[in-house]
Nanobody, 124 residues
Framework: QVQLVESGGGLVQAGDSLRLSCAAS????????MAWFRQAPGKERDFVAA????????YYADSVKGRFTISRDNAKNTMFLQMNSLKPEDTAVYYC?????????????????WGRGTQVTVSS
């Protein structure tokens, strides 16, 4: 069992930065790949970034590549998403997710634990 709690969202202006955190409970955090997804109103939940369980490999959606950085601290059971140069189109609820061990990173069906999300709003 893994419980995930996101924090760090807020209202910012275009060009600003935010750092999201995902705190995980349970002993299996370091054994799982982790990811961030986001969902804007009326849209599907989209892949943002993923990180291998060791932290050595990371993957990004094209829309955030070069602006967002995913990282993790296995000693603290925490994952992060540093978001720079934010744009209004980044506005969404951001979710962290724990990979099930099977399936491609970009698909929601590959994850079996989800947090409740944190709202990020970027004004123009």
């Amino acid at each position: 069992q893994v419980q995930l709690v996101e924090s760090g969202g807020g209202l910012v202006q275009a060009g600003d930065s935010l750092r999201l955190s995902c705190a995980a409970s349970g002993r299996t955090f370091s054994n799982r790949a982790m990811a961030w997804f986001r969902q804007a109103p009326g849209k599907e939940r989209d892949f943002v970034a993923a990180i291998h369980r060791s932290g050595d490999s990371t993957y990004y959606a094209d829309s955030v590549k070069g602006r967002f950085t995913i990282s993790r601290d296995n000693a603290k059971n925490t994952m992060f998403l540093q978001m720079n140069s934010l744009k209004p189109e980044d506005t969404a609820v951001y979710y962290c997710a724990a990979h099930s061990g099977s399936g491609t990173y970009v698909y929601t069906r590959s994850y079996n634990y989800w947090g409740r999300g944190t709202q990020v709003t970027v004004s123009s």
